[in-house]
């Protein structure tokens, strides 16, 4: 799943890149970023890590907090950045049941986001109840607001979260959250705008 974020900061390096003249190649031969690395930062397929952000802000002589975030936020336009925010209130009600899950969306206001925040409720005490696993959602944040929630995922053993405690998962992996503990309540991040946790 490919990132807003990510493919923002790759049009803003393009941007950058292009008003300089330089060619792909000229712009891997002065950050020793690999040619087809930098063709994904791009086009947005590839995360831009900390490392390769400053090897590229060194080449372009950009400074990070000015050139290229101004690029992020304006489009290349030279304004700053416009502010989004999205309030829910605890009795906005609006949770949907998903199986064992009744699953109230956070930020649904908002579109082309970096990641998709729910607010989950689990029923299933045991992967009978559960049924099939389920898999989707990118990279997973999960964090225990309530009670007691076991995680089995494909090729781990399963590991128990008690309130407060959280995990970070690939969810392109077969997995299922139960509720050890009733109620069980937990914060669920997905990476990316679609909220494809099927």
């Not at 393009?14 to 000229?26: I, M």
């Not at 031969?29 to 090897?55: A, D, F, N």
């Not at 950045?81 to 949770?95: A, L, T």
């Not at 225990?144 to 309130?163: D, I, K, N």
Request: proline share 7%.
């Amino acid at each position: 799943m490919r990132s807003p974020i990510s493919r923002r900061a790759g049009l803003a390096v393009r941007r950058l890149r292009l008003a300089r003249g330089w060619t792909l190649h000229a712009l891997s031969q002065r950050t020793g970023i690999p040619l087809s690395t930098l063709s994904k930062l791009e086009l947005g397929q590839s995360v831009l890590t900390h490392e390769k952000w400053t090897l590229l802000c060194n080449a372009l002589e950009a400074d990070p907090a000015n050139e290229i975030l101004r690029e992020l936020g304006g489009g290349g336009s030279g304004e700053p950045p416009s502010g989004r925010r999205s309030v829910r209130y605890r009795h906005s009600g609006g949770g949907e049941y998903s199986g064992p899950y009744m699953i109230t969306p956070a930020a649904e206001d908002l579109t082309a986001k970096a990641f998709t925040p729910l607010l989950v409720e689990l029923f299933a005490g045991s992967l009978e109840e559960h049924g099939p696993p389920r898999r989707g959602g990118g990279e997973i944040f999960v964090h225990v607001v309530e009670g007691c929630v076991v995680l089995h995922a494909e090729g781990y053993r399963p590991v128990t979260l008690a309130h407060g405690d959280s995990i970070y998962f690939d969810g392109a992996r077969n997995h299922v959250l139960l509720a050890h503990e009733k109620p069980a309540r937990a914060l669920i991040i997905l990476s990316g705008d679609s909220p494809d946790w099927a």
